[in-house]
């Protein structure tokens, strides 16, 4: 796996006492619209603290392409991080990073806050396309991501969760994820690891010692029709349908290469419509 | 909020009601029980084969190993697959007849949504001991089925399922000068065990074998039919 | 609050078909994951702060008098798996069955009149529970219980497993049963407040896989 690191200088310094005001609260902002023209312009592209948001060039055309620069070296303990992202009705938008976010310990014993926040209109599209969230020993995080989606939105999604870097024990990590369309719930499910999280989280029924946990989420009104069939994909993999016009890729693997590897040959043959679909 | 379909079968999540909401009476619902190998899912084949032009039937499963006995009858084509279905029973399928029949009165009332109002649902147990019956919150009559190649002491033995059936069916009866099982004995025996409870000697390899079972099948629909 | 109902609820022989059900503990033991007490242990505490947890909390809350067809879509967003919302649905439907001839209820009534094709099978418990006169707490120990209880049976007729370390596994289990039921009824509370988003949500991503592995399977003892 690469971890790229841009740290900012303040992160140079010797950990801060508890309570000073080092700790980072920073809120990242990304609109994406139609621009008139059949692609999507980007009327908001807001960085803050270690979260720098940079129009790429898009690879397809009609959408836009925004990758998350430097996000890495946060959060730290007691940092408040957020990422909001709007995708107007009818534009289409993929947000990519530059590197893996590491959660590395602050100074005190707060846990970082990682609140990412995706709205996506009517006829719209949002890729959220993430590198994996390494938990390092000794951090704690929770981390949120919320979207919400109107009825015809399209939502691609990809979360990574890597315990601990090569051979050491993760830190405390918790992550939820909560997914609600049309106003109603669709999808919520929250893991919770590391020391001081709920007993069993390493046991045979939760992770059985895999170090790297993947969910991959398609959401599309297509779905609403034609569901997926439900299936396994090799031994620690299975893609489901959800209750709504949504299919899901659960995976835990012993490392986050091993785990891109099936996530990305998951999401190529969902998005080319490969998997058989139930027949009503 | 997404509500479910209005069902067609209120009486779904009631327990042993005789009546449909339009006040027919719903299917008449016959056990078939027995030892393993006895002959319970042949039986079963046979009375859809002779049946199933005069009366809408339907089977049940409850398999030791998810679908096997379903998988048999759907190989062999005695009813369309929709009206075949299997009860899971982990590990325990007398438990699934007797003391906890939710999952099989579930399947009835699937099979009732799928294809319509049934004349019968024949409910086939897995192979257990010859101590396992159906509940009478279940089935309305059950047949218990044994064979003479299992030893011609089982009447002698008695168990519940001889002596309270209200049909016992002595099967394989062509094997019996190869098994050198006593016929006359075993019904000697099954007479002092039943008493006024019938008892059939059938061979499915003979034309027609079935022919007993069925007529007393047909009598029992008749019976259910005028109550 | 009735004791007796609680008992009632509980035991193992309420004919509502959990015993056709080995919560995952079948495809658990294909894989090698349990084989003997040590490990069943490790996976019943596992599954009981996710899973059981999450059903804990929805019977709390359904029993505390939240509106069932709301705790019913949170059911089926927390229940990732097509498999195990299957399993829970007709669980559900099962359940309500039994319910219904133990005490009788508008409420239950109500319930599968809304949802005939079965509601998520903690809500019934939850829905059943206030029927029978218990109160959240209750409710959460009987769906804690409910999660951890099944596979312990199953992995007695799966493995072989001694029926006396088997239960042995159950009462070790018994502080973290109370916690997680304090838990649940803490979050079922927060619920009737927030609503349903503020129920917990505890995943165990090998339940999810391991159900849609058993389910494609030709050959099982279990449901699920």
């Given at each position: ?65 925004v990758t998350l620069?430097?996000a890495m ?10 990422v909001?992202v ?8 993929r947000v990519t990073a530059s590197g893996a976010t ?12 990682y609140?990412i926040?995706l ?8 890729h959220w396309l993430p590198e994996p969230l ?9 981390q949120?991501t ?11 999604l990809r979360e990574e969760q ?119 | ?227 | ?224």
């Amino acid at each position: 796996m690469t971890v790229t690191s841009t740290s900012g200088a303040s992160r140079t310094e010797p950990p801060a006492p508890p309570g000073d005001t080092s700790r980072v609260s920073a809120t990242a902002r990304i609109e994406a619209r139609p621009d008139g023209r059949g692609g999507t312009a980007l009327p908001l592209l807001a960085g803050a603290g270690p979260l720098a948001p940079r129009r790429t060039r898009a690879p397809v055309p009609g959408e836009a392409h925004v990758t998350l620069v430097g996000a890495m070296s946060a959060p730290l303990g007691g940092d408040r991080l957020a990422v909001e992202v709007g995708v107007a009705p009818g534009a289409r938008l993929r947000v990519t990073a530059s590197g893996a976010t590491l959660a590395l310990p602050g100074a005190g014993s707060d846990p970082a806050d990682y609140r990412i926040r995706l709205t996506v209109g009517q006829d719209a599209t949002l890729h959220w396309l993430p590198e994996p969230l390494v938990s390092v020993c000794g951090s704690a995080l929770r981390q949120t991501t919320c979207a919400e989606l109107a009825p015809g939105a399209r939502l691609l999604l990809r979360e990574e969760q890597v315990l601990g870097r090569h051979g050491e024990p993760c830190g405390r990590l918790t992550t939820r994820l909560t997914v609600r369309r049309a106003g109603r719930p669709l999808l919520d499910q929250e893991l919770d690891c590391g020391p001081g999280a709920p007993p069993g989280w390493d046991g045979p029924a939760v992770l059985a010692g895999h170090r790297a946990i993947g969910q991959l989420l398609l959401v599309q009104p297509e779905f609403e029709s034609g569901p997926v069939q439900p299936q396994t994909l090799g031994e620690y993999a299975a893609l489901t349908p959800l209750g709504g016009p949504a299919a899901l890729v659960t995976a835990v693997a012993p490392d986050a290469l091993t785990l891109r590897t099936i996530l990305d040959e998951a999401a190529s043959d969902l998005l080319n419509d490969r998997f058989e679909a139930v027949r009503s | 909020m997404h509500l479910d379909h209005p069902t067609t079968f209120p009486q779904r999540h009631t327990h042993s009601s005789p009546v449909r909401s339009d006040g027919s009476r719903r299917a008449l619902r016959i056990g078939l029980g027995g030892p393993v190998g006895s002959g319970k899912t042949a039986t079963v084949a046979a009375l859809c084969r002779a049946l199933r032009e005069e009366l809408s039937i339907a089977v049940i499963t409850n398999d030791i190993y998810t679908r096997e006995d379903a998988e048999h009858l759907l190989r062999e084509a005695v009813l369309p697959p929709e009206r075949i279905t299997a009860v899971e029973t982990g590990a325990c399928p007398h438990t699934a007849i007797r003391d906890d029949i939710s999952a099989n009165l579930e399947a009835v009332e699937d099979l009732e949504d799928a294809v319509g109002p049934l004349d019968l649902v024949l409910v086939e147990s897995g192979g257990d001991n010859l101590t396992a019956t159906f509940s009478r919150g279940l089935v309305d009559a059950q047949m218990f089925v044994i064979d003479v190649a299992g030893g011609d002491d089982i009447p002698r033995k008695g168990g519940p399922g001889v002596t309270g059936s209200d049909l016992l069916v002595v099967n394989k009866t062509d094997l019996a000068p190869h098994v050198g099982s006593d016929l006359d004995a075993m019904a000697r025996d099954a007479a002092e065990q039943r008493g006024e409870l019938p008892v059939v000697f059938q061979s499915l390899r003979s034309e027609d074998g079935v022919k007993t079972v069925a007529d007393w099948v047909r009598e029992r629909i008749a019976a259910w039919i005028a109550a | 609050m009735s004791r007796s109902a609680l008992l009632i609820l509980a035991d193992g022989r309420f004919p509502a078909g959990g015993h056709a059900h080995s919560g995952g503990a079948e495809a658990a033991v294909a894989a090698g994951r349990i084989t003997d007490a040590v490990s069943l242990h490790a996976f019943c505490r596992g599954r009981l702060h996710t899973a059981g947890l999450v059903a804990a909390a929805l019977a709390a809350a359904a029993a505390d008098g939240v509106e069932p067809l709301a705790l019913d879509e949170a059911a089926d967003a927390r229940t990732a798996s097509a498999a195990l919302r299957t399993a829970s649905r007709r669980l559900g439907r099962q359940l309500m069955r039994a319910a219904h001839a133990a005490w009788p209820d508008p409420q239950l009534d109500a319930l599968a009149a809304a949802l005939p094709r079965g509601a998520h099978q903690p809500v019934v418990l939850g829905v059943a529970a206030r029927a029978g006169g218990l109160g959240p707490l209750d409710a959460a120990h009987c769906a804690a219980y409910e999660s951890v209880g099944g596979p312990a049976t199953a992995v007695v007729r799966l493995l072989g497993l001694d029926p006396f370390d088997a239960t042995a596994v159950l009462a070790g289990l018994g502080p973290d049963l109370d916690t997680v039921a304090e838990r649940a009824v803490t979050a079922a509370r927060s619920a009737a407040v927030q609503g349903v988003e503020a129920l917990p949500a505890a995943s165990a991503p090998l339940l999810d896989i391991g159900a849609e592995t058993h389910a494609a399977r030709a050959t099982r003892l279990f449901a699920s």
